[in-house]
C-alpha cells in the first residue's frame, strides 16, 4: 500500500463517519415561554394579576423615622436615667417603623373580593419616664394592624372600629390623641352599605381588644358571647359631610356616640369638628373581687375624660406639596390638647412633617386624677420631626 492509497482510505473513512453523525437529528429545546406580569387597572394604580389567577394585588407600605423631643405628656418626649448615676433626664424620642401592606381584589358573581393586610415592625425607645434605668432602643412587638376579607359590602376579620374608621378618625396631626377619642383595633363582623347617592350607613359587630388596666381603663375585650355593637350613618356632598356613629359597649353596658361635621371651605381650607358623649354604665362601678377591672370612668369606646369631649381643626393646603394641620380637643376633665404641624412633600412618595404639641392636664393635682399621656406635671410641650416614605 503506498501513502496515496493511505490518504484517500483516511479520507473515506472520515467521510463515511461525518454523514453517520449528520444523520442523527439533533433537537435543540424550545425556550418556555415567559410568563410576564400582567398589569391590572381595575382597582387603581399598583395592581397586577397574580399569575395563573384572576386575582389582582397590590403591595405598599412606608418606611418613617421619629425624632421627638420635649415633656412626656405631649407624646414627643423621652426621660432616661443617666447610665452612671441614675439621674432622671431628659432624651430624644426616637422611632423607626417600617409597615407593609397589602391590597388584593378580584370580581366574583357575588360582588367584589377584597382583602387588606396591614403590617408594622417598629424600633426606638419609649415615651416614657424609665429613671433611674436608660431608657433603651429596641425592636418592639410586631403588631400585625389590619387582617381583613370584604366582599361587596361585608368585612371579617381585624381591623379598627367602625366607631373610629366610619367618622374619619380626627385632624391631620401626628398627635391626635393628646384627648383620645376611640379604641381602635378589633376582630369584627361589619357590613357597609352605600347609596351612591352620598349617603352611606354602616353596622359592625366587635369583640374589642385589651384587657384594660384596673381603675384607670376598662377592659376592650368582651367577656362573654355578646359583641359590643356600632352603627352610624353618614351624608356626604362636595360642600362636605355630617356623620353620626354610636356604639354599645357589652362589657360595662354604656352606650357611646359621636357626630361629626367636615366643611370643604374651598380648594385649599378643610375644616371639621367632632363632638363625642357618653352614658356612664358600668364605668365608674369598683369591685373588689380579683380579676376583675374597675373602668376608671374610661372605656374602648369613651376613652375621653367626662361624658363629653370636642375636637376641631382643619387643613390649610399651600399648594401641592406643602400644607399646615392643626387640632384643638377638649373633654368634661378639663383636659386640653393642641396640636399643629407643617407638612412638606420633598418628592412625590417622601414627605417631612415637623409638629409641635401641648397637653393641658386640667386635674393634675387632683385625688384620682386619670393621667391619660402619663403627664409629669400640668402643661406639657413637645415637638416631633418625621420623615416618611411611602411606596
Same mark, same amino acid.
Given at each position: 500500500?503506498?501513502?496515496?492509497s493511505?490518504?484517500?482510505?483516511?479520507?473515506?473513512?472520515?467521510?463515511?463517519?461525518?454523514?453517520?453523525?449528520?444523520?442523527?437529528?439533533?433537537?435543540?429545546?424550545?425556550?418556555?415561554?415567559?410568563?410576564?406580569?400582567?398589569?391590572?387597572?381595575?382597582?387603581?394604580?399598583?395592581?397586577?394579576?397574580?399569575?395563573?389567577?384572576?386575582?389582582?394585588?397590590?403591595?405598599?407600605?412606608?418606611?418613617?423615622?421619629?425624632?421627638?423631643? %420635649?415633656?412626656?405628656?405631649? &407624646?414627643? +418626649? !423621652?426621660?432616661?436615667? /443617666?447610665?452612671?448615676?441614675?439621674?432622671?433626664? =431628659?432624651?430624644?424620642?426616637?422611632?423607626?417603623?417600617?409597615?407593609?401592606?397589602?391590597?388584593?381584589?378580584?370580581?366574583?358573581?357575588?360582588?367584589?373580593?377584597?382583602?387588606?393586610?396591614?403590617?408594622?415592625?417598629?424600633?426606638?425607645?419609649?415615651?416614657?419616664?424609665?429613671?433611674?434605668?436608660?431608657?433603651?432602643?429596641?425592636?418592639?412587638?410586631?403588631?400585625?394592624?389590619?387582617?381583613?376579607?370584604?366582599?361587596?359590602g361585608l368585612?371579617?376579620?381585624?381591623?379598627?372600629?367602625?366607631?373610629?374608621?366610619?367618622?374619619?378618625?380626627?385632624?391631620?396631626?401626628?398627635?391626635?390623641?393628646?384627648?383620645?377619642?376611640?379604641?381602635?383595633?378589633?376582630?369584627?363582623?361589619?357590613?357597609?352599605f352605600?347609596?351612591?347617592?352620598?349617603?352611606?350607613?354602616?353596622?359592625?359587630?366587635?369583640?374589642?381588644?385589651? %384587657?384594660?388596666?384596673?381603675? &384607670?381603663? +376598662? !377592659?376592650?375585650?368582651? /367577656?362573654?358571647?355578646?359583641?359590643?355593637?356600632? =352603627?352610624?350613618?353618614?351624608?356626604?356632598?362636595?360642600?362636605?359631610?355630617?356623620t353620626?356613629?354610636?356604639?354599645?359597649?357589652?362589657?360595662?353596658?354604656?352606650?357611646?356616640?359621636?357626630?361629626?361635621?367636615?366643611?370643604?371651605?374651598?380648594?385649599?381650607?378643610?375644616?371639621?369638628?367632632?363632638?363625642?358623649?357618653?352614658?356612664?354604665?358600668?364605668?365608674?362601678?369598683?369591685?373588689?373581687?380579683?380579676?376583675?377591672?374597675?373602668?376608671?370612668?374610661?372605656?374602648?369606646?369613651?376613652?375621653?375624660?367626662?361624658?363629653?369631649?370636642?375636637?376641631?381643626?382643619?387643613?390649610?393646603?399651600?399648594?401641592?406639596?406643602?400644607?399646615?394641620?392643626?387640632?384643638?380637643?377638649?373633654?368634661?376633665?378639663?383636659n386640653?390638647g393642641?396640636?399643629?404641624?407643617v407638612?412638606?412633600?420633598?418628592?412625590?412618595?417622601?414627605?417631612?412633617?415637623?409638629?409641635?404639641?401641648?397637653l393641658?392636664?386640667?386635674?393634675?393635682?387632683?385625688?384620682?386624677?386619670?393621667?391619660?399621656?402619663?403627664a409629669?406635671?400640668?402643661?406639657?410641650?413637645?415637638?416631633?420631626?418625621?420623615?416618611?416614605?411611602?411606596?
Open positions: 500500500m503506498n501513502i496515496k493511505l490518504l484517500l482510505g483516511s479520507a473515506a473513512a472520515l467521510i463515511a463517519v461525518s454523514g453517520a453523525r449528520a444523520a442523527d437529528a439533533v433537537t435543540v429545546a424550545e425556550p418556555e415561554p415567559a410568563e410576564y406580569v400582567k398589569i391590572c387597572d381595575v382597582y387603581g394604580a399598583g395592581y397586577f394579576y397574580i399569575p395563573g389567577t384572576e386575582t389582582c394585588l397590590r403591595i405598599g407600605g412606608y418606611v418613617r423615622y421619629d425624632a421627638g423631643v %420635649g415633656d412626656v405628656g405631649s &407624646f414627643d +418626649g !423621652a426621660r432616661s436615667g /443617666d447610665v452612671r448615676t441614675g439621674k432622671d433626664q =431628659g432624651t430624644w424620642e426616637k422611632n423607626t417603623r417600617f409597615t407593609l401592606k397589602t391590597w388584593t381584589g378580584q370580581e366574583t358573581e357575588l360582588g367584589t373580593l377584597k382583602t387588606y393586610t396591614e403590617m408594622r415592625m417598629n424600633f426606638g425607645n419609649h415615651n416614657a419616664d424609665t429613671a433611674p434605668f436608660v431608657n433603651a432602643a429596641g425592636n418592639k412587638d410586631f403588631d400585625l394592624h389590619f387582617a381583613y376579607v370584604q366582599l361587596g368585612r371579617v376579620g381585624l381591623d379598627e372600629s367602625a366607631f373610629d374608621t366610619f367618622i374619619g378618625y380626627a385632624g391631620n396631626v401626628i398627635q391626635d390623641t393628646l384627648v383620645p377619642y376611640g379604641g381602635f383595633q378589633t376582630n369584627e363582623i361589619q357590613y357597609y352605600d347609596a351612591g347617592n352620598g349617603f352611606s350607613a354602616v353596622v359592625s359587630l366587635e369583640e374589642g381588644s385589651g %384587657g384594660g388596666t384596673d381603675g &384607670f381603663y +376598662g !377592659a376592650g375585650t368582651i /367577656d362573654s358571647y355578646v359583641p359590643h355593637v356600632v =352603627g352610624g350613618v353618614k351624608w356626604t356632598q362636595g360642600w362636605g359631610a355630617i353620626g356613629v354610636v356604639a354599645y359597649d357589652s362589657n360595662y353596658e354604656y352606650v357611646s356616640g359621636k357626630v361629626r361635621a367636615d366643611v370643604n371651605v374651598n380648594d385649599a381650607l378643610s375644616l371639621f369638628i367632632m363632638g363625642g358623649f357618653a352614658s356612664e354604665g358600668k364605668l365608674n362601678d369598683t369591685s373588689a373581687v380579683v380579676g376583675t377591672v374597675d373602668a376608671g370612668g374610661r372605656g374602648f369606646y369613651k376613652p375621653w375624660g367626662g361624658k363629653w369631649a370636642v375636637w376641631g381643626g382643619g387643613t390649610y393646603k399651600f399648594n401641592e406639596k406643602a400644607s399646615f394641620n392643626a387640632q384643638v380637643s377638649y373633654d368634661q376633665w378639663k386640653l393642641v396640636a399643629a404641624n407638612a412638606y412633600t420633598l418628592v412625590p412618595g417622601f414627605t417631612v412633617t415637623a409638629e409641635v404639641d401641648y393641658h392636664a386640667g386635674e393634675f393635682n387632683d385625688v384620682g386624677f386619670s393621667n391619660w399621656t402619663n409629669n406635671k400640668k402643661n406639657s410641650v413637645g415637638g416631633i420631626l418625621r420623615f416618611q416614605r411611602d411606596f
